[in-house]
């Protein structure tokens, strides 16, 4: 049986342009949720890996994977993965740039996180780092709830993990 | 049958299901907080500690459902998460009797998650060198967020307990309450040995004197005694819980032992 050659740069593209249903800024590419793209022996094999353990985006992440497959009539299937456990530095530095301008406070290397502790996190609005903690967990469990005392909006700060 | 191959087959059955109780063991312990958790969303003292509470509980039943398809795949007797979790009996439990208490106030639930916390932080950090790749994976994430559980869960105690007279009182009273039940998340299954001497489990030693640092050290900036009544009740990892564990799981699982494989 002859089977259609899969251009598999091409399908990663695709299926890295899906959107994160919580934070519809990025991509699954952005977030690094998207681990690889890979032809097993003609069997079209995507890997992703949850953000948090129970991310209750990943089902719907994985019927849209398989959606694009089905689009472009590839035969595949979707794996989800825990190891290497996500990490925010493997969100795009593009993606760091849409999550600001979406005015959620982009994380910091977890490096930087670890060495200067949770505090000092700057405001998306106005760039002021006199910013005070609401909540440990906002919106999803990969956002705590802020507060700017410069400007005084409150903003949505995605964690370091 | 001679008695002694009797006893040989008992032997092997014992070896058997050491590994699948010491991961129901811990599956257990965050499926049983997790829906603790979720009884009070709605119900929290703001919207904000509602929402947290909401997602620490989303986290631990996170980390049970990948644990339940990890326990289901070792036993290979084809029970998936939803057998496991919502198919077994008070008696099968394995979860250590700290996280079927009941909520209380808010000083007791934060209370229960910290002491959870101080012992999910060097129990993952642990398991993460596990000989079981599957089980080395889900701890290494879960050991992210088990930090940040106990980042919280320990500010709280401390604003609590070094708070106002009456916030002080209530959280050395949950202190009091909750601390003859901490001894028994160091306890294991059956057969627990055998696991830590494969490798797949960690040695519990190290993590009760982690744990016993890290409260201590908490209780003390909360400006909390710790209890010197010696006494513990343990037994949940041998299936012998308090009177909490059966009411809460038949609201947890009467849906689904009702109309077995509803779907939404």
Redesign the interface.
């Known amino acids: 049986m002859i089977r259609p050659v899969v251009d598999l740069g091409e399908l990663e593209r695709g299926l890295g342009e899906i959107p994160d249903p919580e934070v519809p800024v990025l991509t699954i590419a952005d977030l690094g949720v998207l681990r690889s793209v890979a032809d097993e022996g003609g069997r079209i094999v995507v890997t992703i890996t949850p953000t948090y353990s129970g991310c209750p985006a990943m089902h719907h992440i994985e019927n849209r994977i398989a959606e694009v497959l089905d689009a472009a009539e590839v035969e595949g299937e979707v794996r989800v993965t825990f190891s290497p456990a996500w990490t925010t530095d493997w969100i795009s530095a593009d993606g760091r740039r849409k999550l600001r301008e979406y005015g959620i406070a982009p994380p910091r290397t977890t490096e930087v996180a670890l060495t200067i502790g949770r505090r000092q996190i700057a405001c998306p609005q106005c760039g002021s780092t006199d910013t005070e903690t609401i909540s440990e967990f906002g919106s999803t469990a990969c956002k705590a709830l802020m507060r700017c005392l410069e400007c005084r909006e409150p903003f949505d700060h995605f964690k370091e993990l | 049958m001679t008695p002694a191959s009797d006893t040989a087959r008992v032997d092997t059955a014992a070896v058997d299901t050491a590994p699948v109780d010491l991961v129901l063991a811990i599956a257990d312990d965050n499926l049983i907080v997790a829906q603790r958790l979720g009884e009070l969303i709605s119900r929290s003292p703001d919207l904000?500690?509602d929402?947290?509470i909401?997602?620490?509980s989303?986290?631990?039943?996170?980390?049970a459902?990948?644990l339940y398809t990890r326990a289901g795949e070792i036993e290979g007797r084809g029970r998936d998460e939803d057998d496991l979790a919502l198919g077994r009996d008070e008696r099968d439990f394995r979860n250590a009797v700290l996280v079927e208490q009941p909520n209380g106030d808010f000083a007791q639930t934060m209370v229960r998650q910290f002491f959870l916390d101080a012992y999910q932080v060097p129990f993952y950090d642990a398991l993460s060198s596990s000989t079981d790749?599957?089980l080395?994976?889900?701890a290494?994430?879960?050991v992210?967020?088990a930090r940040?559980h106990l980042?919280?869960s320990s500010s709280w105690v401390v604003r609590l307990g070094d708070g106002t007279d009456e916030s002080h009182q209530r959280t050395q009273a949950a202190v009091d309450t909750l601390w003859r039940y901490t001894g028994d998340l160091h306890e294991r299954p059956a057969g627990g040995e055998t696991v830590v001497n494969s490798g797949v489990a960690p040695d519990a030693e190290p993590i009760a004197s982690t744990f016993d640092a890290t409260v201590r050290s908490v209780l003390a900036d909360a400006t909390l005694d710790v209890p010197e009544d010696p006494y513990q009740r343990l037994g949940g990892r041998v299936g012998t819980h308090t009177e909490h564990l059966g009411h809460l799981l038949t609201e947890m699982q009467w849906l689904h032992r009702t109309h077995p494989g509803a779907q939404w």
Do not use: C, P, T, W
């Not at chain 2, 989303?58 to 980390?63: K, M, R, S, T, V």
């Open positions: 904000e500690e929402i947290a909401a997602n620490v989303l986290d631990h039943l996170g980390q459902r990948s790749e599957s080395a994976g889900i290494a994430k879960a992210k967020e940040y980042e919280r």
